[in-house]
């Protein structure tokens, strides 16, 4: 059973930054794929983030050159540091990961930017 937690997130002034981690049970390395989505009040889920087994990284539009996303594969934990952040970042996010053929989500964490 893969289990995703997501921590980090709060609430941050336009500006600011915040550090969210997804922490895996077990190990990483079967994850072709670890993802950060959100989803805004109203709005569909869409993907901010995606790093792929290879250390391959891509990004929304709306967030390259203040969103990274990285791993850390001895502690199962990926991360997404967040800065510049603006009130429309605000939303829950959700760490998504795939593995044959099945994704795998966490329950999210909210974020909000205020203006």
């Known amino acids: 059973q893969v289990q995703l937690v997501e921590s980090g997130g709060g609430l941050v002034q336009a500006g600011g930054s915040l550090r969210l981690s997804c922490a895996a049970s077990?190990?990483?390395?079967?994850?072709?794929?670890m993802d950060w989505y959100r989803q805004a009040p109203g709005n569909e889920r869409e993907l901010v983030a995606r790093?792929?087994?290879?250390?391959?990284?891509t990004y929304a539009d709306s967030v390259k050159g203040r969103f990274t996303i990285s791993r850390d594969n001895a502690k199962n934990t990926v991360y997404l540091q967040m800065n510049s952040l603006k009130p429309e970042d605000t939303g829950v996010y959700y760490c998504?990961?795939?593995?044959?053929?099945?994704?795998?989500w966490g329950q999210g964490t909210q974020v909000t930017v205020s203006s």
């Open positions: 790093i792929v087994s290879g250390g391959f990284t």
């Open positions: 077990g190990s990483i390395f079967r994850f072709s794929a």
């Open positions: 998504a990961a795939a593995a044959a053929g099945e994704w795998y």
